[in-house]
């Protein structure tokens, strides 16, 4: 798909792999809005790519809908989709004080990633198939996964359920969406420089990024929507799960 002149919609697009994206849309002559709870960043963040912010909580129905309405306004139906918007909380089964891992943890972070995401799936092809639009493709979506998805770690059990959910909706909303043109495609990061890495003390970056087989190091957002680009350029992706991780397999800690 050409991006120039297109209508693009980025969630968690304020910050990181989502940010990343943005700019790269933007650069590409996409119309791109960004939703983002954080309201600060992601108005500086929308007019530094000369597009649109609104606050949108994804994994809310009537959040979602008041934001793809105001996208539409502004820019027309949106034609891409990605969905990098999530949450990461770190909590074991059972804790070492012998609690079990708080159920409202677990729930949120299933409602945010994986439910968050599909909200957004089914709101933005509803309006692409409304739209009538004519052509080989009508719309591309591209979600974010992880590789905890298959490699969960010690204190990821919300985080990897999360994420393998995302990649299970994968193909099967690939298979529901191909009558209606539209693309399915999720990328699996790997350990990338995101502001929750940024954090930590460059010794800990650099061992985390040495875990890494080739390139040894973290990875970058701007590599993140390289992936992006490549999948909404390319008709024939459809239905799969990319990973981006530089070949690592995560250890158990």
């Known amino acids: 798909m050409n991006l120039n002149g297109i209508g693009a919609i980025v969630t968690g697009g304020a910050s990181g792999l989502g940010n990343a994206t943005a700019k790269m849309l933007a650069a590409q002559g996409a119309k791109v809005t960004i939703f983002d709870l954080n309201e600060e960043i992601g108005v500086a963040a929308a007019q530094d790519i000369g597009g649109l912010f609104v606050k949108v909580n994804v994994a809310d129905e009537a959040s979602a809908i008041a934001g793809f309405d105001a996208a539409e306004a502004a820019h027309g139906v949106a034609r891409v989709l990605v969905n990098c918007a999530g949450v990461a909380p770190a909590a074991r089964v059972v804790a070492k004080d012998g609690s079990p891992h708080s159920l409202d943890v677990y729930r949120k972070t299933i409602e945010v990633n994986l439910i968050g995401t599909f909200n957004m799936i089914s709101k933005f092809a509803a309006r692409v198939v409304a739209a009538g639009l004519e052509g080989e493709e009508a719309g591309v979506i591209v979600n974010t996964a992880s590789v905890a998805a298959y490699d969960g770690q010690i204190g990821q059990a919300a985080y990897a359920s999360s994420k393998g959910g995302v990649v299970g909706l ?84």
Not at 215 to 241: C, T
């Open 170 to 253: 994968t193909l099967t909303a690939a298979r529901d969406l191909a009558q209606h043109r539209i693309r399915v495609v999720t990328i699996a990061p790997g350990i990338f420089l995101t502001p929750m890495l940024m954090g930590l003390p460059q010794a800990a970056q650099d061992s985390l990024g040495q875990q890494v087989p080739h390139p040894s190091r973290l990875g970058k957002p701007e590599e993140y929507a390289q992936m992006v680009g490549a999948i909404v350029a390319n008709p024939m992706l459809n239905g799969e799960v990319i990973r981006l991780d530089g070949a690592i397999r995560m250890a158990p800690r």
